[in-house]
């Protein structure tokens, strides 16, 4: 008796045109998946571990004011922002700002540093309404200064609370940190802060009084 040998099974066409379909759709999912990833990745900025030195020669200010003569103030002072009154929609109430003296300042973040041989300087500032007038929509432009008259400027983003309002109404008042990125050199001792607000024709330098002659700064904190 011969033994006849048992066919192997046969996959049934119907189930063999179902995993060439599935296999053919996942590789196309795969090159679609690959292909987003690249683009997305080409496209997005990367995060830099260290920020430029913004560093400008300004022997006036960054916008000329209508006059040439420069307020002088003193960290910790209570100064009186006064409108050149060049237009009515410039015109701001009775406005006080305070600038305490530069501090270094140690970022925690592996994403936002210095570059190498520069460090992170922040002064508080403080704004008071005492008129009956909204003050914004814009904090104004700072920057610190150092003994060569090389301006930094200087932002919100730093140290925290960062100073960050669009309207003070009246009877408010708003507190909050601008850092800048200065030479690792700099002496805290010798930056002053160049403030100015944008269209009002308006610009104070605050500097480090004498010692016999230093008001505190905690009135702006």
Do not use: C, W
Request: charged share 20%; proline share 9%.
């Amino acid at each position: 008796m011969t033994d006849n040998p048992i066919p192997p099974a046969s996959v049934p066409p119907v189930i063999n045109a179902t995993i060439k379909g599935v296999l053919i759709l996942f590789a196309i999912g795969l090159v679609i998946f690959v292909g987003i990833t690249v683009f997305l990745e080409s496209e997005s900025p990367s995060v830099p571990t260290s920020l430029p030195l913004q560093k400008y020669a300004a022997t006036v200010p960054v916008t000329t004011p209508v006059s040439s003569t420069m307020p002088t103030a003193f960290y910790g002072e209570r100064v009186e922002l006064v409108s050149s009154g060049r237009a009515e929609q410039f015109a701001i109430g009775k406005v006080y700002i305070i600038i305490s003296s530069p501090e270094e300042y140690v970022s925690n973040s592996p994403f936002f540093q210095p570059g190498s041989g520069q460090k992170f300087v922040a002064v508080l500032v403080k704004f008071e309404n005492v008129s009956e007038k909204v003050f914004g929509e814009d904090v104004g432009r700072f920057a610190l200064v150092d003994a060569a008259r090389f301006h930094y400027r200087a932002g919100s983003v730093g140290k925290d609370p960062g100073l960050d309002f669009e309207r003070l109404n009246p009877g408010e008042t708003a507190r909050g940190y601008v850092t800048a990125i200065v030479p690792k050199e700099a002496d805290l001792k010798t930056l002053d802060v160049h403030f100015e607000l944008h269209g009002a024709g308006l610009a104070v330098d605050f500097k480090q009084p004498a010692i016999d002659s230093q008001p505190t700064d905690a009135q702006a904190r």
